[in-house]
């Protein structure tokens, strides 16, 4: 049975690697900075391990799930002359160039790489009914599938590298658009004596219910913005789609203006909590 290696226990990565943990057969070894995060998963069942090398050298399977494109390309960087032989399966959000850039690397040195980002949010890490957007080449997906299960209840080859990357941004945009007007549609309702109970009642009757609103509302009426899933995360993935829109030379304005509330929102001291806090950015609790 392979061993699997985890790289970057965070509020996601820390419930994905528990439940390999749980239902891997094989050793899983573990590596984060942040020390207390090893310590916990070690009193799950992980191997600790005291850097990425030791990770890479003692895994056959090596699993990262880092905050930026920075991160992830520093990590390769450093373990790159031990991948021969090795599966690499980056789940981070990261601009899907450099994750292309990243497989290419590890291709030459005679490892194999995919992308493989999730969508929802900490409950669906810890349940491990994420959903996960894979881009490899077919042959490879087959394999890493049993691997990703352990993780995700949903998942989904989208194309060759980079192309799950494409989608998880592709995502996490619409989103963002669908909350965006789901903010500023419930202020407008609240000006006119509508609650956000109500609000979320009627529209569930007709053609404008959505997964955010329906399961949001309770949050945003008792305005609790306890992190889930951060403002400063989303707002890294509509920073990596302004990119791409640029690239590509899509025209895309209602992606624009949601990234300007985010833009506002970081401004304004938001980044650390909950995204749907973009709720206080279009109500106004700090315009001047």
């Known amino acids: 049975m392979k061993n699997i290696g985890f790289i970057g226990l965070g509020i996601m990565g820390e419930s994905m690697c528990e439940n390999i943990v749980k239902k891997h057969d094989g050793k899983v070894y573990c590596f984060d900075l942040n020390a207390a995060q090893v310590k916990k998963?070690?009193?799950?069942?992980?191997?600790?391990?005291?850097?990425?090398?030791?990770?890479?050298?003692?895994?056959?399977?090596?699993?990262?799930?880092?905050?930026?494109?920075?991160?992830?390309?520093?990590?390769?960087?450093?373990?790159?002359?031990?991948?021969?032989?090795?599966?690499?399966?980056?789940?981070?959000?990261?601009?899907p160039d450099v994750?292309?850039?990243i497989a290419s690397r590890v291709k030459e040195e005679g490892g194999r790489f995919l992308d493989a980002p999730v969508v929802k949010s900490k409950p669906a890490?810890?349940?491990?009914?994420?959903?996960?957007?894979v881009g490899c080449d077919e042959e490879l997906f087959?394999?890493?599938?049993?691997?990703?299960?352990?993780?995700?209840s949903n998942v989904i080859r989208m194309g060759g590298n980079g192309q799950g990357l494409v989608m998880k941004i592709c995502h996490n945009s619409l989103v963002a658009e669908i909350q965006n007007g789901v903010n500023e549609l419930i202020v407008l309702a609240k000006k006119y004596g509508i609650s956000i109970?109500?609000?979320?009642?009627?529209?569930?009757?007709?053609?404008?219910q959505n997964f955010y609103l329906d399961g949001q509302w309770k949050n945003l009426?008792?305005?609790?913005?306890?992190?889930?899933?951060?403002?400063?995360n989303m707002h890294k993935d509509l920073?990596?789609?302004?990119?791409m829109l640029e690239l590509s030379g899509v025209k895309a304005p209602g992606l624009e203006n949601a990234k300007r509330v985010?833009?506002?929102?970081?401004?304004?001291?938001?980044?650390?909590?909950?995204?749907?806090?973009?709720?206080?950015?279009v109500r106004g609790d700090k315009d001047e």
């Open 197 to 208: 109970e109500d609000f979320a009642k009627a529209i569930s009757y007709g053609g404008g």
């Open 41 to 95: 998963l070690e009193s799950v069942g992980a191997i600790p391990a005291s850097n990425n090398v030791e990770v890479a050298k003692a895994s056959d399977v090596i699993i990262s799930m880092l905050p930026r494109s920075e991160h992830v390309r520093s990590v390769y960087e450093e373990i790159m002359p031990y991948l021969a032989g090795k599966l690499c399966i980056d789940m981070s959000t990261i601009d």
């Open 262 to 281: 985010y833009d506002r929102g970081m401004k304004q001291g938001y980044a650390k909590e909950d995204f749907r806090a973009t709720f206080k950015v």
């Open 239 to 243: 920073t990596i789609a302004a990119r």
């Open 99 to 101: 994750s292309v850039e």
């Open 142 to 152: 087959d394999e890493v599938l049993p691997i990703l299960k352990y993780m995700g």
């Open 221 to 232: 009426e008792n305005e609790n913005y306890a992190t889930a899933f951060s403002f400063e």
């Open 125 to 133: 890490a810890i349940s491990g009914t994420l959903g996960i957007y």
